[in-house]
């Protein structure tokens, strides 16, 4: 199995060390609640870029820092707010130790959920992005095209299609969710633009909605993405199969197929996830993403070139 990246929820050193001398791109990632503290100080990020970013560089590719996950997702008190208005000064001020010390091939993002959208995005060049975060989405548009880094996506076709099932009487066909191009196509009536896959459809939508703040060429990356082989309905080791093995096959094409509004881009891609998480809260469906026993054998079968 020949894995391409890796992306960390933290800066963990012994798995950083692990990651010593192969040819993996690495992800890292700062703390929420570590985004204030290194926004107040530029001496608090030159302490973390120094302690998990030099400590390791060059010897382990490091190529991404995440500052925060989801930072738009749970804005529910002050303090959420708070990390919220000050993630971009945070970025900022990440990217200015790196800058200084000479590094040019490391970008800074953060990776945002599917749900910083209006609930319609269908047709795809319907995707508008909330009105209460468009106030912090072009500061973040701002920063990420100045220094022509990634807007990151956390994006799940299997949640949309489950909750198609559950929610919706038109429920989104399970072939569209699987890549299964031969099932049905659909054409977006605004942009004349032909979909195959309900991925597609998604990261178009976030296409739009940027370009609907003025940020037209802002490059994605999807920053998770998988399917869960066992809990709710569709969630089974088949499908699983079917959705990894199209995405990379997808997404590792020669040349890139882009999607249908960004055709020929390339969208680098973190699947999620390398192994369960059975202590994790919620339905069984939560726990249940990893490629990987504990022993180190496959869930299912799995081919990963480039791409985890």
Do not use: C
């Not at 094409?253 to 891609?269: D, E, L, M």
């Not at 022993?295 to 079968?301: A, I, L, M, Q, T």
Request: hydrophobic letters at 40%; a negative charge.
């Amino acid at each position: 199995m020949n894995i391409g990246r890796v992306k960390l929820y933290d800066a963990d050193h012994e798995i950083l060390n692990l990651l010593s001398g192969t040819d993996i791109d690495v992800a890292i990632t700062v703390a929420n609640d570590e985004i204030s503290g290194i926004a107040a100080s530029q001496h608090l990020a030159d302490q973390w870029v120094y302690e998990h970013v030099i400590a390791h560089y060059p010897t382990t590719r490091i190529r991404f820092v995440l500052v925060g996950n989801e930072v738009f997702s749970s804005i529910s008190t002050p303090e959420d707010m708070q990390i919220a208005r000050v993630l971009v000064r945070a970025m900022r001020r990440i990217k200015n130790t790196i800058k200084a010390l000479g590094i040019r091939n490391i970008k800074i993002g953060t990776p945002l959920s599917m749900d910083i959208m209006e609930t319609t995005t269908f047709p795809p060049s319907n995707g508008t992005f909330k009105q209460e975060l468009q106030q912090l989405m072009v500061p973040l548009l701002k920063y990420i095209n100045g220094t022509k880094s990634f807007f990151f996506i956390n994006v799940y076709p299997y949640i949309e299609w489950f909750e198609s099932q559950v929610w919706n009487q038109t429920a989104i066909n399970l072939g569209s969710a699987l890549f299964r191009s031969d099932d049905e196509s659909y054409t977006d009536p605004q942009s004349g633009l032909e979909y195959t896959n309900l991925l597609d459809q998604m990261l178009d939508s976030v296409v739009y909605a940027m370009a609907k703040l003025g940020y037209n060429d802002v490059m994605l990356a999807i920053s998770e993405t998988g399917w869960p082989h066992e809990g709710e309905s569709g969630a089974n080791r088949y499908n699983a199969a079917e959705y990894i093995n199209n995405l990379v096959r997808k997404m590792t094409a020669v040349p890139s197929i882009g999607t249908p509004a960004r055709p020929g881009v390339v969208i680098p891609t973190f699947i999620f996830s390398m192994y369960d998480e059975n202590q994790k809260f919620g339905p069984s469906t939560e726990r249940q993403w990893g490629l990987f026993n504990p022993d180190g054998s496959p869930v299912y079968e799995v081919n990963i070139t480039s791409i985890v």
